[in-house]
């Protein structure tokens, strides 16, 4: 491992360079203008596997192709398979960047471009780390596979169709995913919760234009108001989701989860800062890391209807509506919170209205136990590339490829945190610590020993 790292200090600025390179190459999944560029982007990936003498092929589905390469040492040897993703988030919008989003720069110590902490920089890292074992040693302590996506920004399906057709070839002990993010500034995390999702778009019909609310205003329901009661039938005063059958299934926080999630140095302040809320907010008798990985959710993600110009308009509008997503933990069933939510929303949906539900799409938690041999190997990868162990965390997102792996492959994913929070990922200003990345490759360096 000594020499695999010592290759690593040799080869930082060459490394960071190709960091760099990645990052200007606008692989944005979501816009067709850019379809070319993800293309490169994927060669890019490809190029970078060869150099550490992997086999490649592009899997070509019907959208952007899946990048795949193996180098498989030895039988004997225990099987990684790793996957991360090319593709990036729109840079939109553009005025609220401090730099260009595809010309990164390093600030503070910081790389400052779209996809460099989600995910071109901690998949990269991984990919450096096999190659410093190459080319430091000759080969790699362990056989590995690595599946790098294009589409994983817009839920594509290219990367289920490789799953499916090269399912035979993908067996391994255990799925290496570094897309989540650590616990703090030089702290890493292994998240070993993922929660699930459950979306429902609801309308609400009144009449069958706008009405001036003048002449019709008091006669007739309007659906703006009943949106809003049916919104607030959601919750009870507590925080707590007022849905009937919501919560059947859900484990109550074990004393041992809330005692390690107590000794994590959560800093309520840092936390504030990061979302720029007045104040927390959240289910009673819970706290904020309860809150955030180990408690399902019900949010409202927008709400529309009505006159939204300036100045005002006297109408009772015609309709109204919201989309709402919920976040769902291990043991609750998608299709049953759904129903659920559906069969609250009939019945509370008040009188003079008629409501119209569009269900929306659904994956279920993940639960990956940090206690088995390979959650504990990676564990002390990362405290050996951090120094420092890593909190144990549960993550409130979700991951649908997480789920995709398990059904199709049945292998256990473990998700490295290897960046610093407050990444932005999705936002403009994404950023991620030059040191993150090193740490990235020397957590794959370390993880690949197998030990
Ligand atoms: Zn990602």
């Known amino acids: ?238 925080g707590r989701i007022a849905v009937d059958g919501f919560y059947d299934g859900v484990d109550e926080v074990e004393e041992e989860e809330r005692d390690r999630l107590d000794r994590l140095p959560f800093d309520k302040e840092a936390y504030l800062a990061e979302t720029g809320s007045p104040k927390l907010f959240g289910e009673k008798g819970f706290t904020t890391l309860e809150r955030k990985g180990a408690r399902p959710t019900c949010e409202v993600n927008g709400i529309f209807g009505g006159y939204q110009g300036e100045g005002s308009k006297t109408i009772v509008p015609s309709s109204a509506g919201c989309k709402l997503t919920c976040r769902l933990v291990p043991s609750q069933e998608p299709q049953h919170v759904q129903d659920a939510l559906v069969r609250h929303l009939e019945r509370a949906c008040p009188p003079g209205v008629t409501l119209e539900v569009t269900r929306g799409p659904m994956a279920p938690a993940v639960y990956s136990d940090p206690e088995t041999d390979w959650a504990k190997r990676a564990r002390s990868a990362l405290e050996t590339a951090f120094g420092q162990a890593p909190a144990l965390t549960r993550e409130g997102g979700s991951i649908p490829i997480v789920n995709l792996f398990a059904q199709k492959l049945g292998v256990q994913p473990l998700l490295l945190g290897t960046y610093t929070p407050g990444e932005r990922a999705h936002s403009p200003n994404e950023r991620y610590p030059v040191e993150d990345f090193y740490a990235g490759i020397r957590t794959g360096i370390a993880l690949f020993s197998g030990q």
């Open 1 to 238: 491992m000594d020499a695999a790292f010592a290759h690593l200090e040799k080869h930082k600025d060459q490394f960071l360079e190709l960091l760099m390179e990645y990052l200007r190459i606008p692989s944005v999944s979501a816009q067709r203008v850019h379809h070319e560029d993800a293309r490169r982007a994927a060669a890019f990936a490809k190029t970078q596997l060869e150099a550490a003498g992997f086999e490649t092929t592009l899997f070509e589905g019907a959208g952007l192709p899946t990048v795949y390469g193996s180098r498989l040492e030895n039988e004997s040897l225990p099987t990684l398979l790793v996957y991360g993703h090319y593709d990036v988030q729109p840079p939109e919008p553009f005025e609220l960047w401090e730099t260009q989003p595809f010309e990164p720069a390093i600030v503070d110590g910081e790389v400052r471009a779209r996809g460099c902490a989600d995910d071109k920089g901690p998949s990269l890292a991984l990919v450096l780390a096999a190659r410093c074992w190459v080319e430091a040693t000759g080969s790699l302590p362990v056989n590995l596979k690595f599946i790098l996506e294009g589409e994983e920004e817009v839920g594509g399906q290219v990367v289920e169709q490789f799953l499916e057709a090269r399912k035979d070839d993908l067996a391994a002990d255990a799925l290496v995913i570094a897309d989540t993010s650590g616990f703090a500034r030089g702290v890493p995390a292994l998240c070993y919760g993922l929660r699930g999702l459950v979306a429902v778009e609801i309308k609400v019909n009144g009449p069958s234009h706008d009405l001036h609310s003048g002449t019709y205003g008091g006669t007739v329901a309007n659906p703006a108001t009943a949106l809003a009661r049916l919104v607030a039938s959601l919750h009870d005063d507590d």
